[in-house]
């Protein structure tokens, strides 16, 4: 399961969940052309992928 936690504060979450089939999200980082990346969390089943949590106006580091 992927715990995601605020660096700056300590608050966190966990299992999220896909609404179209329940599987639970999947932390994945994504490298961008500039060779940057950006954390997502994806549903394992092809039905899309979110910008990862936010908190403190940073993101969320996952323990995945």
């Excluded at 994945?28 to 997502?40: E, F, I, N, W």
Aim: aromatic share 2%.
């Amino acid at each position: 399961m992927a715990d995601y936690v605020c660096e700056h504060c300590g608050m966190g979450v966990t299992g999220l969940n896909c609404v179209k089939c329940g599987k639970e999200l999947e932390h994945v980082d994504l490298t961008k052309d500039d060779g940057t990346t950006v954390s997502v969390a994806k549903c394992p089943e092809g039905h899309g992928k979110i910008k990862s949590p936010m908190c403190c106006g940073h993101d969320m580091s996952c323990s995945v």
